[in-house]
Nanobody, 119 residues
Framework: QVHLVESGGDWVQPGGSLRLSCQAS????????MGWYRQPPGEYRRLVAT???????NYHETVKGRFTISRDYVKNTVALVMNSLKPEDTAVYYC?????????????WGQGTQVTVSS
């Protein structure tokens, strides 16, 4: 199992910025991608951004141009810099990892960190 620990969630005013960080530890064999998902109140968890082993970055349309994901492949960390935050960005943000092998795909989640955008 991969153990993921997030940090950086906070309250911020609209237009502000935050940086989320996630550290992965444990069984990192076949670690393929790391990323961020979020779950707004009363809604389903959905993709924010991911970074895979090929350096491919993937963003949800609603955060393109405002959020930047970066991954440190040596330290096994992933960060999310969020600029121009909007009230609709309010959610619990979860760090995600995916391990891929010939026989399986394993997904792990962090405990989540709260981001609140309001005036």
């Amino acid at each position: 199992q991969v153990h993921l620990v997030e940090s950086g969630g906070d309250w911020v005013q609209p237009g502000g910025s935050l940086r989320l960080s996630c550290q992965a530890s444990g069984n990192l064999t076949n670690l393929y991608s790391m990323g961020w998902y979020r779950q707004p109140p009363g809604e389903y968890r959905r993709l924010v951004a991911t970074a895979d082993n090929n350096g491919t970055l993937n963003y949800h349309e609603t955060v393109k141009g405002r959020f930047t994901i970066s991954r440190d492949y040596v330290k096994n960390t992933v960060a999310l810099v969020m600029n121009s935050l909007k009230p609709e960005d309010t959610a619990v943000y979860y760090c995600n990892s995916v391990r891929r092998s010939r026989l399986s795909i394993l997904v792990d989640w962090g405990q989540g960190t709260q981001v609140t955008v309001s005036s």
